[in-house]
């Protein structure tokens, strides 16, 4: 019994590592400043670096618009494609 619960618990703090990460950049590489980087779970998120060393802030596309990271701007949905996100040069 002890052992599902140790399985459980290790399940749902690796889940939440993975929620908390999504992509978000650390922002401690000089030539991450002022770039954007794609949220891997939301399609109208993405990731902005404003300053070195702090994380990058969440930052919402327009009312029906998606983040395309291959364009690096948030273009409609009609015209949005998923594609396999990449992770930034430094994670958060």
Same mark, same amino acid.
């Given at each position: 019994?002890?052992? #599902?619960?140790? $399985?459980?618990? $290790?399940?749902?703090?690796?889940? #939440?590592?993975?929620?908390?990460?999504? *992509?978000?950049?650390?922002?401690?590489?000089? &030539?991450?400043? *002022?770039? &954007?980087? &794609?949220?891997?779970?939301?399609?109208?998120?993405? @990731?902005?670096?404003? &300053? $070195?060393?702090?994380?990058?802030?969440?930052?919402?596309?327009?009312? *029906?618009?998606?983040?395309?990271? $291959?364009?690096?701007?948030?273009?409609? @949905?009609?015209? @949005?494609? @998923?594609?396999?996100?990449?992770?930034?040069?430094?994670?958060?």
């Amino acid at each position: 019994m002890r052992f #599902v619960f140790c $399985l459980a618990l $290790l399940a749902a703090v690796t889940l #939440v590592k993975v929620a908390a990460d999504a *992509g978000r950049s650390a922002c401690e590489d000089p &030539t991450e400043i *002022g770039q &954007t980087y &794609t949220h891997h779970f939301d399609p109208a998120k993405y @990731w902005y670096c404003e &300053t $070195l060393g702090e994380a990058a802030v969440e930052k919402d596309c327009p009312s *029906g618009m998606a983040y395309m990271h $291959l364009l690096k701007e948030c273009i409609p @949905w009609a015209n @949005w494609q @998923w594609k396999q996100p990449e992770n930034p040069p430094t994670l958060a």
